[in-house]
């Protein structure tokens, strides 16, 4: 998930900035989106599953008019695909005045807020964090002078990890989670208007310069008056960025607390190569977020980088699983061997993370048939062994296969040659040094800044939404 | 608006029952429509913008699954044209319970509740009564000992003319306002399924046998224990049935109150044939709602009945409005004249009502063009006078062309010979005798049943959806 | 099937006229539509399978531009569901000039003729007609000195029921066939534009007066230069209109050579009432082309014409038929009786023909149910006892009931108290005394004015075409 | 442009398999596609504008059910933008029995061909060269025996670069041109299907082993008695494969004429590397084409590779260019420098081809935004001087950047510090010693292999289609 605001006038067209910022931010979530614009306070709002091109069109877009505001979402799916009832921003209509909402994250405590806000009268039509977001802040709302202290009130009942951004008739509030677990930061354009992201690689494409990552616990508010940033008052604790930002998440291109995502992924390969290395002829990456780590090995260990493995560009949301009755096989269908790279080689593949890995076994086989004559595996990110609560899809202890088995009994698995992890002491080194004061590698290691969730078994029947997966022409 | 639900078994498709059911209420409201269909207590539901039949598909359908009971809503479009935002049924979440909510109506004291609530903490995402009518009920579930308590308190609350479907996991709750102003009926199929409908035709489609309509402020429950009525303690005032419903609303095959919809049309003409008699060698019928008072006036008057003028059946949502820089008339391309029928006659045309009068001056030129002698206007309403709070879509005072003219004067503008109106006390009779006990005819004679409206401005600045209103192809 | 076209000028929209013009000639065919506009001898088209609304929207409209003459036809449905490929006006690049050619009705020596230009090198796409007809006009073209030479030639050729429309880049020429068999007129506007239409109720429409029909075997040709009618050297034959236009196919506000469709069908009615007298109640027509003869059979007999039958006006493409799983009856679905109207009464029902019989037994059993006390069937045509060869859905004998029952039979097959058909000879005396010279009736009485089909066993195994039958929401 | 075709038994899915073949192929053409299926001599076929994945679902697909064949094709859009109307296969109905037609590639004959044909009695619906390739096929087929005679007469006839597929009830039929200008290969899967494709990269995914390319001129036929290769009585020429098929055109995964695609770019980037060196820190690429040469460039001079651009990888067909009133940057968007790569380096960026330039000057500023202190481009591709006749986008001089300005000139233009294009000698190095004959590099040295098109003006004033550029939502 990941958010886009901007704070600007209406002589510019923030809508279509929007759009591209949240096109830039796409990887982030491909289930659903979301555009609202303010126009002297009055909303204008689409949102509808899909990607953003998918799902805005010109029509669509002009309709959402000019406005000084605009604020956007990129949305992933769940696995109940509710896919356009869970579309952001979350519009509220409100005696103290409406508001837009978006988030980028998940909430810790959801269960136990909402039973609460339940027991008081609230009603909810989604199952989604973004909904118990808006209940605490109205409801403080209605006992603040303000929003922005309604929403400083909110985040000391709000536990995890997100960024929100809440669109006001007046103001654009932006605020980062107690521990800055997600990523959030604002830039500015030559004329003086505001953007505030996700991540910085937004920034760049509709023309605004880095200013500042939001800091943990932070709320800042856009407005007429310009910037103000709160801090006194509010919940912040010691930073801990969410690790797998760097190994995984984020955009290459993007800097998130004075560091280079891509080069915190080249320092992972390096790290890697000084932990597991071997001898061979040849690195390679698994696309597209092993490619960095793959040429900091490359560099690391004096190997030559190759252009191994091709990624299908055009997989789109509507393509059609190979299913049982076929002999294509998926994997072969995305990933296809470049056979000079491999054929009579010793080959290094360098992937982000293994998580289940169900399909390293496959691109084992790939590279054999294309002629590896050995093949190391070396992952990028250390053994996953813990469940995470703040929004990266990390299963349960169960379907983690580092939880069961060592990395030689993985290589006889995956057929490879050999298996190496990064080690977990080196995530901690992989940012700019001294600037980030910590980061979340629990996945890795077990420590959560924060309390875990409570299941109060509140959504096991949730409603179901049926929708199409697949869109049909005529 | 209309409502539709069923109580049945899991080897019915209550699902396909509800859509076709949906169909024939059709002509209730064609701006969105929606199914939601419960599983031993798991909600499926689907709904957008757009005619049952355009949006629900053999996939979609098939998507719902079989189940114990379904729910139905088509809804009208407003002026917002929020149309999907304020499609039915809503689908609550909540800790109490899940419930699925469908109303045909108008809440007229909508914003004093909705203010209320606010107060308390609720947050309104639509502009759509039946989030508030949500709302109040779920609010009440909470100091209720079962959910159709809470439907009976709430109806205290309510003011207004509305019919309500309520599911719940194990029970289907019908509820029909205090004065019984919009219709709701149920009725049974042989293998004793129930069905629930705004109107009666919808039954006959789905093959069940109408029982009887609710009463004004009774709330019947269908559960496994079969039916249950209780008026004990409900909101129970003397019957005020909509005379509109007879008029224009309902389909002529219906049956309301115990009177055929047609015979009653029938009669209005027959009526206004003795209030309003004129020579005339042809009465003809303004398709459609026209038709059964044209017969009735003809078998009254003894001058033969005609096909005067044919409307194109394939008007679509998606119908492109001649504008402003094409020669072709919106009147003309809806409705044709048949020459042969008029030509060199004394024209009588029975039209359904008469609000604005714009669409009366160029029927009349239609007429005239195809060669009728002298055209009588005659309207089997009476004079609009009042605007209508319970969801009949008469405007205000100044909209009304009876407000300001006299039948005289309205004749000389439409370019007619006579303008004719159904005399006021002649509504009272268009039921059948001794069933109804008493009818609102408030946008004729000013006399409502209920309070008013206060306005205290809270929607003004409602949140506007972007919608495409018409549907493109690739 | 349906052909419309403009001659006019560059300052009105001819798109926009073509598109309310096929609006009103919907009826004859739902399957496919398109329209071809000609800008200074430059086409712009767009065509697509399904209705005019659901296939133009503005944004299309509009793409097709501005320009001197506009070409447009809608199709209906064949067996084999190629509606997009099939649709029409066809368009042709061509040495001798691009052509756009529209058509409505059928070739009956289409096997032969393509069998003929296959051999000679021609290659085809499709199976519709118009493909052959627009080989034949082209390789005539090549050896004739303008293209109405060329039609005037191929009609020589083209052996059937039909009505062309062919845009040059300088001319619209219409034409019709050798017996007149389909019908065809054009018509005048103020401002000097001719529009030219398969009937005449199109013509009103889009503000055209009519000016006459065109002769059978006639060429008229519309240019720069005028109205120039080409009836030498033509294949003219003695006029053969097929009566079914008058019966079924034609909207009952259009007026055929001279003759009002309502009066030919409330004529029919009128005989219907004189060879099958009955003591009844009440005479209700079967919508909607039942209801002109229902009229007609009323004012003839007596008897109170009444509503007795509802048909429900959302029935769109997608509509879901109920299946086998269901207990929905699909004629329930459509019609649904107006109990009051029938219930105790002895009923006359007036259809427009009875071809296969399949929905009478249904209809009757809605009576009985309904509480009719006797159903008397009359049929406004007589028995079909023929094939069609001329583009009328007529089965072979094998599907037509009237070729295995007496109406006596039929009567106890339908559960109804008797049947009666239009005696054969009364078709003859539907039109306007006169002024027309013959009809075709091949249908009831096996008199055809051409030779019929040679089946050579050519589209056997045509190519089948995959299409959606069914639009899908996203 | 691309074909791909499958010569089965039909207890395989050959539609899926074509599908997925076509998806690896969609880098070729993304304006259409289209499969026909052949089950026992029926055809079922699906095509329109969209890529591979938004054209085809799973309904469509199992429409087109199970055969013996299949035969695909993705189609490039071209600028008049018949989308819909230009997509392949064609298929063709004739007396001698029905064929579908695949092609990739370009007619230089084309206008002759056609004006020919049109004078003996052809007709055209597309400005499509595969149009007048079935014409002279089917002419052709008239006066042989068999259908691959045909095809063997007809290419003499057709002066051009292509591959063809030809599905006829019985056979698959593959054809490359006179000199092999276009690839075209085919292979085998274990079971004994033959899968035919324009490159290897689709073999794969498919699960086909390579067995050869198809010689220039040569015809192969795949039936039931086999694979038989007709060489005798061929028009076949000395080879002259495109080049930039492997500069740019083809996947890098792909092998043509035994060279592998990516091997031949790395060669490219190495001997751009002797020829234009120059001290630097970091060789970057511009993704995706130029990354292959980059690394060679890398591996030769001995500078590191780095990731210095991320390109976006979710731009669709339906994305909205930024227009004037926006102030986003068309490069921007799609393209994000790297910061933490370039800054305060000597950057050489490698791309694989330079023709307008338009794209240069907007690459340079942003990495010179990102800070890179010196920016040297180097081209893969020699400088382009001569417009193409075979199907590549290559323009007219006038659009030519090198036919108007020196590389120093250039340089300037850019913004940048150098710029170097790959020697011309250079370019027929770049496939394996030994195997290739002979290439075509006329756009850099103008040696053509065939005459020229002669331009009779037939298609100027072709009929223009209208249809939505974009996808709406409803």
Request: aromatic share 8%.
């Amino acid at each position: 998930m990941a958010v886009f605001g901007i704070f600007g006038s209406k002589t510019e067209n923030v809508a279509s900035s929007t759009y591209y910022g949240l096109y830039a931010l796409q990887h982030r979530g491909q289930a659903s989106c979301g555009i609202v614009v303010n126009d002297d306070g009055v909303f204008h709002s689409y949102k509808d599953a899909g990607l953003v091109n998918e799902v805005f069109t010109h029509r669509i877009l002009d309709g959402l008019g000019l406005g000084q505001m605009a604020l956007g979402n990129v949305h992933y799916g769940t696995s109940d695909t509710k896919d356009r009832i869970n579309a952001e921003p979350m519009l509220i209509n409100h005696v103290k005045g409406r508001l837009a909402i978006s988030h980028d994250g998940k909430i810790v405590n959801y269960d136990e807020l909402r039973l609460d806000l339940e027991l008081q009268g609230s009603i909810f039509h989604t199952s989604n964090d973004v909904e118990v977001i808006s209940n605490v802040i109205t409801r403080e709302r209605l006992v603040s002078s303000s929003i922005e202290e309604a929403v400083c009130k909110a985040m000391y009942k709000l536990v995890g990890g997100y960024a929100l951004l809440i669109m006001s008739p007046q103001k654009l509030i932006a605020a980062r989670d107690q521990n800055g677990l997600h990523p959030l930061c604002y830039g500015v354009r030559d004329d003086g208007e505001y953007v505030i992201s996700s991540e910085s690689c937004a920034l760049n494409v509709v023309g605004a310069t880095f200013v500042r990552d939001i800091e943990p616990g932070e709320i800042v508010v856009f407005s007429k008056d310009g910037v103000k940033s709160i801090r006194e008052h509010c919940n912040q604790k010691p930073e801990r960025l969410c690790v797998f930002e760097y190994i995984y998440t984020s955009r290459p291109d993007s800097v998130i607390n004075n560091c280079s995502v891509h080069l915190a992924r080249k320092r992972a390969g390096m790290f890697l190569a000084k932990a597991h290395p071997v001898e061979a002829d040849v690195v390679i990456g698994a696309p597209d977020s092993g490619l960095d780590a793959a040429i900091g090995y490359a560099e690391e260990s004096g190997i030559p980088y190759g252009l191994g493995l091709i990624k299908n560009k055009y997989i789109g949301r509507t393509f059609i699983d190979p299913g049982q009755n076929v002999r294509e096989d998926k994997v072969k269908i995305k990933l296809n061997p470049v056979a000079e790279t491999v054929k009579g080689k010793r080959v290094i593949l360098v992937d982000d993370s293994i998580v289940r890995g169900t399909t390293c076994t496959r691109v084992v086989k790939l590279l054999r048939d294309a002629g590896a004559k050995e093949i190391h595996i070396r992952s990028s990110a250390p053994e996953f062994l813990n469940p995470c609560y703040y929004g990266t899809d990390i299963g349960s202890k169960a379907e983690l296969i580092a939880c069961k088995y060592t990395p030689e009994e993985m290589a006889k698995m995956f057929g490879a040659d050999s298996v190496g992890f990064l080690p977990v002491e080196d995530v901690f080194k992989l940012g700019a040094s001294g600037t980030c004061k910590g980061y979340c590698a629990a996945c890795f290691n077990g420590d959560y800044p924060t309390e875990g969730p409570k299941d109060l078994g509140l959504n096991k029947f949730d409603i179901k939404i049926s929708e199409n997966k697949q869109t049909e022409k005529n």
